[in-house]
């Protein structure tokens, strides 16, 4: 799955149909995906609501966002999935990875010759990390 951040409404994202299927199957020899198109199946994130509440002394803010995702499955069983990741990260912790962290450039390619989660966020084990709420 693609994952976007967006400020578009369910409505726009849903009704434009503005996205280029990327099937795991080729449809000829001359097809690419142009740099910057929204491709699917995907996740839109968006923000739906966010609070600040003092956590501790110095102005310390502890931050809940309330975030809203839109689901463009090919099928069913991919929408399954997703939406079985969701659940299953209740009660989650996770380390906090900076931009310059990422292990994939602008264009979804990745930076180095393999990708590893664990040892990617193995480098940030700071204090900031999110937890999954429901």
């Known amino acids: 799955f693609n994952v976007y951040l967006t400020n578009d409404t369910e ?14 199957l080729p449809s000829g020899p001359l097809t690419y995906i142009e740099p910057y198109d929204d491709v699917v199946p995907a996740i839109f994130l968006s923000t739906a609501q966010s609070d600040n509440e003092p956590f501790a002394l110095g ?13 463009i499955a090919e099928d069913t069983y991919q929408l399954d999935g997703v939406l079985s990741i969701f659940m299953d ?16 450039t602008e264009l979804g390619d990745l930076k180095g010759g393999s ?18 709420d429901k």
């Open 115 to 132: 990708y590893n989660y664990t040892g990617t966020t193995d480098n940030y084990t700071g204090d900031t990390k999110f937890y999954v």
């Open 89 to 104: 990260s209740v009660d989650e912790n996770f380390e906090a990875v900076p931009m310059t962290g990422y292990p994939i």
């Open 59 to 71: 102005g310390m803010q502890e931050t809940s966002v309330q975030a809203k995702a839109v689901v």
């Open 11 to 24: 409505d726009d994202l849903i009704v434009e149909n503005k996205y280029v299927t990327n099937s795991r």
